[in-house]
């Protein structure tokens, strides 16, 4: 249990009990991709993966002590001195920033981090991160936020001080996470509500580095305000590009490229739509719109990859199986795959093999189900 790996942690780099434990979840997005920072809608859930922080305050002191894993030692982040390292502290530091930023007088803490969410995978370990130091130092410190706001503090840092330029899906499901639901999430402003979902789903990791992928993801995102500014020539009171109509989208002038991505987050956000009443009436996932979604973002977004693609084919193949696409940002990371409990098993069970004998190397497979968001541990 991580919980208890995140205790041994810190009993080892600081001696003595932490007086706090919490945990926030990592994620998978079930539908609605690149549609965050679009002011559109996503379906993500909170899963079982975790990253748990044990805290103790440190009477007296300015600066808080920090270690990873259990190992590479205890780092110090001096509370008047917070800058960019470019290392995973960033995080940590970007919500100290944020709260102090706020006018919260932070006192010194002694930090443990324990997690068993892939990192860098597309799970989204770094919000994981975020939230749960987050939540950990709000508990501790008494102050009683909610959990949007908590993500939307995190998100905060995660842009302003590790500089990537995130939307808030992240952040809002592992803080907002409901064991059995899936959340459907808005972006503008963030709301979330939760939706029930108690399938299994199975969440294939390409094992492929996502070297491109920061500066695509970048390039999306002007793309996107690129093609608003467009939109809002011939329609003024669009607000985003989630909110535009593929009418007003055709009678917009603009270049093929941005027209595409358009196309993309209009007909992306319908599909979340129609998926959240399709699993409020009680139905399973409806998994052809998982399929129109990855062949909308491999097409028309171009963010796939030659090996996301073979996932989703193979899969499709496989009977028991009702759907795949590629999860997260793309360029390599997650597909998540629909289905029957057990075709979802004997799938993780058999692609592997076949998928090391396509591509070259093994890939990694997980099962897993919707689970809370941001809790106290003990
Ligand atoms: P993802 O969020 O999809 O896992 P990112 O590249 O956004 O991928 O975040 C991964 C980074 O977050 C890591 O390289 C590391 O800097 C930081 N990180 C996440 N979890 C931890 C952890 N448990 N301990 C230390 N750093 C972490
Ligand atoms: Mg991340």
Redo the contacts with the bound molecule.
Sequence with gaps: MIADDVRRHFTKSFDGEPTLVVSAAGRVNLIGEHVDYNGGEALPIAIQRR?AVAVRLRPGAAATRIN??GTGGVLTLDHARLARKR??TD?VAGVLDQLIGRGIDVPGLDVA???D?????????????EVAFGFAVETLLGLHTDPVALALMCQNAERQFVG?PCGAM?QLAAACGVEGHALHMQFAPATVCAVPFTEHVLVVDTAVPRTLRGSAYEERVKECAAALVAVQRVAPTVPTLAAATMEQLAQAELPDVQRRRARHVIAECERVRQTVATLAAGHQFPGHLAVASHESLRDDYECSSPELDWVVQHAMRASGISGARLT?AGWGGCAVVFGEAGALESLAASLPADYSQAIGHRPRTWVVSADAGARIES
């Design positions: 990253t990873s894993g290392k995973w995080y981090v324990a997690s969410i892939p990192s860098g995978s597309g799970l989204s370990s770094s919000a994981a991160l990537v992240d997260g």
